[in-house]
Each structure stands twice: as C-alpha cells, then as structure tokens.
T-cell receptor, first 114, second 113 residues
C-alpha cells in the first residue's frame, strides 16, 4: 500500500485566515482525493485532485473556498480559505492505486478555527 | 443520488461473540465494496474488500458477503476481541470512467472484555 503523509498534523487558526495542507505519497498514484470528516461523522468527499488541471469539486464545495493543486503524481495541496469555525474538522488526503481498487487515507489534519 | 445505508449505528458485543454490520447501496453500477476500520484519532484503515464478481471473501476472523441482486453487503467479525473496538465504515465504489466512493455513516463497535 502507498505511504501517505500530511502536513501539518494539526493546527489552530483564527477566523478569516487560510491554511494550506500538504499531502505527499511515496509512489505515483492514479487518483488523489481530499475528504473532510467532522467529529463522529462519516467521510465527505471535497474534491478529486487532478494532475495538471483543475480539481473536480463535489456539490457544496467550491474552488474559491477550497483551492487544490496537484502538480505531479505524488503531491497535492488543499487550502482552506477565509476560515470560519464551521471549517473546524479533520481533512484527509486519499489515494487510489493504479488498479483503481484499493483506496488509502493519509493520517489527517485536525483543524480548529477560533 | 447514490446512497449507502449502514446498520446498526452502534453495536455492543461480548468478547468472543460475533459481530455483523450490514450495508445497502443504491447504485447498481457499483463494482467494489471496501470496509474500513477507524480507531479513535487514527485514519480509516482498509481491512477487507470485495469485488462485484465475488460473493464472499474471508481473511482470518473477518469476512464480507455481497448480494448484488439485493444490493446488500455485510461484514462479519468472529471471535471478537477488545482491539476490534472501533468505528467501521462500509463503502460502495465505481471504478469505471474514474473512481467514485460513497461511504456509509459508520458503525461504532464496542467489544466488552
């Protein structure tokens, strides 16, 4: 399985500011995703990070709020912009292998907005 | 839209007993069904999966069954141990023309020693 790392692991931010989360994979992967997980809740897909092109966002998520980059097959960033307390959550990077079956998750970034 | 329903939301069993978690999916095109275990403060971890051309798969104490006609799939854990206590998520994926996964709401499993 792919080894996925995320930075930072946690952060406390003030409302109105932005935070960029980095996701690094130890091997080239076909697909990368960003998820959000509220405490005690399931996983909600924010967007699919497309290599070299604009991300594909799910309903309820927009590029201005969650800009995503994926410059190559092993790295992606998610920015949470103009944060409010409602953005407090765990953000997880996820990858799918070349066979398009097994999906793995990064350790997550715990974000608290005050 | 596509949906995955998961039951029960909470399950408490005695150590050594079996635990069963059931899921139903709505998109008949789904062709891959993974199960994840998430311990407190940790990432979701893939524990077993099943493809649509298989009816059952087993890995030591865990097994998964799939009924494509009824669009049901289940996770079975036998001889439960306290370390099995966690939240379990089922998911239904479609990996043609891209990759899309719909997760269930999760089942919190408590195994009492």
């Amino acid at each position: 399985s792919a080894v996925i790392s995320q930075k930072p692991s946690r952060d406390i931010c003030q409302r109105g500011t932005s935070l960029t989360i980095q996701c690094q994979v130890d091997s080239q992967v076909t697909m990368m995703f960003w998820y959000r997980q509220q405490p005690g809740q399931s996983l909600t897909l924010i967007a699919t990070a497309n290599q070299g092109s604009e991300a594909t966002y799910e309903s309820g998520f927009v590029i201005d709020k969650f800009p995503i980059s994926r410059p190559n097959l092993t790295f992606s960033t998610l920015t949470v912009s103009n944060m409010s307390p409602e953005d407090s959550s765990i953000y997880l990077c996820s990858v799918v292998n070349r066979g398009l079956y097994e999906q793995y998750f990064g350790p997550g970034t715990r974000l608290t907005v005050t | 839209g596509e949906n995955v329903e998961q039951h029960p939301s909470t399950l408490s069993v005695q150590e050594g007993d079996s635990a069963v978690i059931k899921c139903t999916y709505s998109d008949s095109a789904s062709n891959y069904f993974p199960w994840y275990k998430q311990e407190l403060g940790k990432r979701p971890q893939l524990i077993i999966d099943i493809r649509s051309n298989v009816g059952e798969k087993k890995d030591q104490r865990i097994a998964v069954t799939l009924n494509k006609t009824a669009k049901h799939f289940s996770l079975h854990i036998t001889e439960t141990q306290p370390e099995d206590s966690a939240v379990y998520f089922c998911a239904a994926s479609l990996n043609t023309g891209g990759f899309k996964t719909i997760f269930g709401a999760g089942t919190r499993l408590f195994v009492k020693a």
